[in-house]
């Protein structure tokens, strides 16, 4: 008898990894990242199956040879789950689980729980229960059992079949009610989220008086690590994948005078699931609405280089991708072989190396993010009331003043200062402003 299927979930499970792959195909250590993945998820991994492929097997994704070798190796360590890197279709899962005797998950199932564990906000876990069942909708033919047809005394096939008023007739089957009661559920979350999100774009927007900066990257990058050097925000920093989801923004001051928000956004990875970008859109708006993007690169990591190609390629999906983005390449103090940062010093000459774990290079991260904040530098004359004092005060706080000269009630100042902070001077209305110099 087929098994209910009413959970994506794997924790303490015994769990093979698959991971198949078409030849030719640009492929990466597909078992080193599901690894860890699944280890994320609580499961216990006892075997992993990579496989090269002519073609994808339109029944079981593998082929029939490879399904039979992998249902050895089920009974042979006694599993519970097999977990695939690749996404498969809700037959290829089906026939899957009819040969090997174990329940089988793809990759975006183990996302979803990953990311349903660590969901903490009401916003976050609102994201994930809509981000699951829209992925659960088309696949519920093959993820419950109970598909008997509801009948009542007009359609029952049993003599005397006894049903309450307004459920006599042919009946339905239990699929169409679990559909149903699915695709109402997610229209009440669709409706709650809309609430959250509208409040929290408004959030976004009203920060426009500062100058926003969004930490971005792969997952386990050390993003969170550099936000707590940055700020003392005191945001939770694990070494496993997703270990944060809800966005956390605080000030920080990488100069004299320069105060900007920095916010730190859940963890990219590799073919995220895009009901998840879809569902997490307002949590990304952080980076949508951000002046500038801290693209977090660990460089310890094997795959680093395929990692920069995901994230910018989840960037553009949202809409970021013409963003200004400064890449900080991290965790150089877990680099033994100073030649692989030196590789990538190299293709990213702008990037900025440091280790937000030990604070080494956080001093130039904070001169490049400053010189993005004030733009090129400019001399202007500016001359202003002397009771102006707010004029006075911005001067002597945002730039380095060159020369003063005081009148009988004014007062002209000559000032080295960014491009970008024009703006936020002339809303202080000085008498006249005028670029000398840039």
């Given at each position: 008898m087929e098994k209910v299927r009413q959970t994506l979930t794997v924790r303490k499970e015994r769990a093979i990894l698959v991971a198949a792959f078409v030849r030719g195909s640009d492929s990466w250590d597909n078992l080193a990242e599901l690894t860890a993945l699944a280890e994320s998820a609580g499961a216990v991994v006892v075997d992993r199956f990579q496989q090269k492929l002519r073609t994808i097997n339109p029944s079981t994704y593998i082929g029939k040879g490879k399904t039979l070798q992998l249902a050895d190796r089920v009974q042979r360590h006694k599993a519970d789950v097999v977990i695939f890197d690749n996404d498969l279709s809700p037959g290829q899962i089906r026939e899957l689980e009819k040969v090997v005797g174990a329940r089988v998950l793809d990759r975006s199932e183990l996302i979803l729980d990953i990311f349903a564990t660590r969901a903490q906000t009401t916003q976050a876990k609102l994201q994930v229960e809509l981000a699951q069942l829209e992925y659960t909708y088309p696949r519920l033919e093959r993820m419950w059992s109970h598909l008997d047809t509801v009948t009542g005394a007009g359609g029952g096939p049993a003599a005397g079949a006894v049903?309450?008023?307004?459920?006599?007739?042919?009946?339905?089957?239990?699929?169409?009610?679990?559909?149903?009661?699915?695709?109402?559920?997610?229209?009440?979350?669709?409706?709650?989220?809309?609430?959250?999100?509208?409040?929290?774009?408004?959030?976004?927007?009203?920060?426009?008086?500062?100058?926003?900066?969004?930490?971005?990257?792969?997952?386990?990058?050390?993003?969170?690590?550099?936000?707590?050097?940055?700020?003392?925000?005191?945001?939770?920093?694990?070494?496993?994948?997703?270990?944060?989801?809800?966005?956390?923004?605080?000030?920080?001051?990488?100069?004299?005078?320069?105060?900007?928000?920095?916010?730190?956004?859940?963890?990219?990875?590799?073919?995220?699931?895009?009901?998840?970008?879809?569902?997490?859109?307002?949590?990304?708006?952080?980076?949508?609405?951000?002046?500038?993007?801290?693209?977090?690169?660990?460089?310890?990591?094997?795959?680093?280089?395929?990692?920069?190609?995901?994230?910018?390629?989840?960037?553009?999906?949202?809409?970021?991708?013409?963003?200004?983005?400064?890449?900080?390449?991290?965790?150089?103090?877990?680099?033994?072989?100073l030649s692989q940062v030196e590789i990538l010093q190299t293709l990213h000459p702008d990037a900025v190396t440091i280790s937000a774990k030990t604070g080494l290079g956080l001093d130039v991260l904070g001169r490049k993010v400053t010189q993005h904040y004030k733009g090129r530098e400019i001399v202007l004359r500016v001359s202003s009331s002397c009771a102006n004092g707010k004029v006075q005060s911005f001067l002597r706080a945002h730039g380095d003043i060159l020369n003063e000269q005081y009148y009988d009630s004014s007062v002209v100042i000559d000032v080295r200062m960014g491009q970008k902070q024009l703006p936020e001077l002339e809303r202080l209305h000085p008498d006249k402003l005028e670029i000398i110099q840039g």
């Open positions: 049903g309450a008023i307004g459920t006599r007739g042919p009946g339905e089957q239990q699929l169409e009610i679990d559909r149903r009661l699915v695709s109402r559920r997610i229209n009440e979350l669709r409706h709650e989220l809309e609430g959250i999100d509208s409040r929290k774009l408004r959030e976004i927007k009203g920060r426009r008086d500062f100058f926003q900066i969004c930490i971005v990257g792969y997952t386990n990058a050390g993003k969170s690590t550099l936000l707590n050097a940055l700020t003392d925000a005191g945001v939770l920093a694990e070494d496993r994948l997703f270990a944060t989801l809800d966005t956390r923004t605080r000030k920080w001051m990488p100069a004299r005078g320069v105060e900007v928000l920095l916010s730190d956004t859940v963890g990219f990875v590799r073919n995220l699931p895009h009901q998840l970008v879809e569902s997490f859109k307002a949590t990304l708006e952080e980076a949508v609405n951000a002046d500038l993007l801290l693209h977090i690169i660990d460089v310890s990591n094997p795959e680093v280089m395929k990692q920069i190609e995901s994230v910018n390629g989840v960037l553009s999906e949202i809409g970021c991708g013409e963003k200004p983005v400064l890449e900080v390449l991290n965790k150089v103090d877990a680099i033994k072989d």
